[in-house]
């Protein structure tokens, strides 16, 4: 049984920082890209940032020079630092991990609630 769990969200102000960790457990295989996703009250879930297996990464344009995503092979977990953070950052954040034979797995999420 494969599990993932997080770690890290909770409330910060404006301009603050956070770092979330998801980790994988289980035989999940060799993981091959590994992405964080959020949702926002009545918003659909979208994609905020990405990491392959070599390590190239890509980030949704909202985010850029602020989140930072980077991964673990060897605990096959994935990190998320969050820095200058704004209230429209509010959401459910969730891991989401592809294995080398396209098994895909989801964290159950975790509130970051940025406000003052």
């Known amino acids: 049984q494969v599990q993932l769990v997080e770690s890290g969200g909770g409330l910060v102000q404006p301009g603050g920082s956070l770092r979330l960790s998801c980790a994988a457990s289980?035989?999940?295989?060799?993981?091959?890209?590994m992405h964080w996703y959020r949702q926002a009250p009545g918003k659909e879930r979208e994609l905020v940032a990405t990491?392959?297996?070599?390590?190239?990464?890509d980030y949704q344009d909202s985010v850029k020079g602020r989140f930072t995503i980077s991964r673990d092979n060897a605990k096959n977990t994935v990190y998320l630092q969050m820095n200058s953070l704004k209230p429209e950052d509010t959401a459910v954040y969730y891991c989401?991990?592809?294995?080398?034979?396209?098994?895909?797995?989801w964290g159950q999420g975790t509130q970051v609630t940025v406000s003052s």
């Open positions: 989401y991990m592809v294995n080398v034979i396209n098994q895909a797995y």
């Open positions: 289980g035989s999940i295989f060799s993981i091959n890209a």
């Open positions: 990491i392959t297996s070599g390590g190239s990464t």
